[in-house]
């Protein structure tokens, strides 16, 4: 997902500095297992790709943090 450069800033009280644009790549892959009475989904996650620094424009903590980085998740689900 892209996120442009914002063009429209707030100017209530300052002027807000408009934050660089990124780009964020995330994937998820699922598999869903049927096993007698139960019901398995295993999955895998990732999430910032790209480990870019990104900071939404709308975000409170935009000067103080950014978003987390690149991150994975692994993990099974069980339905009885």
């Known amino acids: 997902t ?9 100017k209530n009280v300052n ?3 408009p934050l660089p644009a990124y780009n964020l790549v995330d ?7 049927n096993l007698k009475n139960a019901s398995f989904d295993i999955f895998l996650n990732g999430t ?6 990104a900071r939404p424009q709308n975000s409170p903590l935009k000067y103080i943090a950014p978003l987390p ?8 689900m069980m339905s009885i």
Do not use: D, H, S, W
């Open 69 to 76: 980085g690149r991150a994975f998740q692994v993990g099974i």
């Open 2 to 10: 892209y996120y442009a450069q914002p063009k429209y800033l707030g």
């Open 27 to 33: 994937f998820k892959i699922n598999k869903n297992l």
């Open 15 to 17: 002027q807000e500095v």
């Open 48 to 53: 910032n790709l790209l480990n870019e620094e």
